[in-house]
């Protein structure tokens, strides 16, 4: 039967039905999440984590990511073509949410989950314009003193920290469902240990992204 | 009147277009009944709480000991069996509402014929008639078959679909129930010859990738049905069959 179907299918094999259309949206919407854009994640803080070590030890490790070979080319298809379409189909997802109250563990998470990938979507557009953008449109350096400057205004630095906090739940979370939707933690134990490893994940870097934060606002 | 008594408050429509209301209505109260048995108290005597007599409260129910799904409604905001909730332990005054993701026929009638649909796009069937005999099927492991008769205990109640945040009027996700039953037949050596015309439903729109992650499923199935797992295996099968197809067709 197989091979009777591979026969059948070059005559559709040029273009690809409405639904085979709609299950390749999906899946490469779970799977961008984590490649590139978790993977970048993890990147990104750990680059920054060097502002633990002083100033000019992040300004000096994070150089070679502001000189890379192909910068524009690299940074559209790593990061922004990928945010862009994992944030705009994940709106597209919310849309077909009807939350409701039962109340288990994982409906709440099922919430927290739309409510951070909305929250992540806001801020990455805020960070990535007030930095990238404006290196690009006018030539501003994100230098330590402007991150400084950043992190002592009260209102950005909410807005970092609740932005970092939500970026980091919807990549943990984002991890335990990916395992279930690709059909990698099947039973019901074996998503248990999977989801209190990412909440393991989730406490960790959520220390992490809120210590790289705090330590920006340490004079010059 | 005798003393206890057990106030409904029911959510009541006297068609499928007519606007909803409550009525409340007043039973005597028996440790034993249960809330299709106090319903049929009602159709016994239809006068609600202000002494007026009304239409009985239409409702559905056939087994009453909750293996045929027909009694689902949502009882003080959750779903279940109606023939199963005692009202020893229900509180009053109780709400008793139909199940909100399918079309009301009248009172708490519901038209759950979408779930009937959904099994038939993903053919969760297993196709035996034909024109001549086909002789005995293969063979089943023991655990196989044990295994197996966790999802054949689906009723298609629809409480998994009640539940689900995903299965709603601006989404076609089929829900878990129908995932379950894809699963249930491809546990089947006969049942897997059909696998991949079930596959290729399950990875159509409404299919097993509309799932949201929320496994209000498995919380609420009354058959403790491992819906998640189903969802999950399924899951895996689409991905291999997706990788397969890739590169081989």
Known sequence: ???????????????????????????????????????????????????????????????????????????????????????????????????????????????????????AFLFIGFHVISTRGLYYAAGIETNYLRMHNFMMNPLILTTYLVGVLACVYHLTNGIFTFTITWGIAVGPRAQTL????????????????????????APA | MPEKTQVLRIKRQESAKSEPYYEEFEVPYLPHHNVVSMLMEIRRNPVNRQGKRVAPVVFNANCLEEVCGACTMVINGRVRQACSQLANGLGGPATVEPM?????????WVDRAKMFDDLKKARAWIPIDGTYDLGPGPRVAPDVQEFAYLF????????????????????????ASVIGQVYLMSQHPTG???????????????????????????EVCPKDIPLTTAIAAVGRQTTIKWLRDLFMK
């Open chain 2, 152 to 175: 054949s205990r689906c009723m298609t109640c629809g409480c998994c679909l009640e539940a689900c945040p995903q299965f709603n009027s601006h989404s076609k996700f089929m829900g």
């Open chain 1, 1 to 119: 039967m197989a091979e009777a179907e591979a026969v059948a299918a070059p005559a559709s094999a040029a273009g690809m039905t409405a639904d085979e259309r709609h299950w390749l949206l999906r899946r490469l919407h779970s799977l961008s999440g984590i490649i590139p854009i978790g993977g970048f994640l993890f990147f990104h803080f750990f680059e920054n984590a060097f502002v633990l070590k002083g100033g000019a030890m992040w300004w000096k490790e994070t150089e070679f990511t502001r000189n890379l070979p192909f910068q524009i080319a690299v940074e559209a298809f790593v990061l922004w073509i990928p945010i862009l379409y994992h944030a705009i189909y994940g709106l597209v997802i919310t849309a077909t949410a009807q939350p409701n109250d039962y109340p288990y563990e994982r409906n709440y998470q099922y919430t927290l989950q739309r409510i951070t990938g909305i929250l």
């Open chain 2, 192 to 218: 897997k010859m059909n696998l991949t015309e079930r596959l290729d439903a399950m990875m159509a729109e409404g299919g097993v990738a509309d799932c949201g992650n929320a496994q209000n499923c498995v």
């Open chain 1, 194 to 217: 999977v989801n209190r490893a990412c909440v393991a994940l989730f406490i960790i870097m959520a220390i992490a992204g809120v210590a790289i934060l705090l330590a920006f606002r």
């Open chain 2, 100 to 108: 909100t993701k399918f079309p009301v026929v009248r009172d708490l």
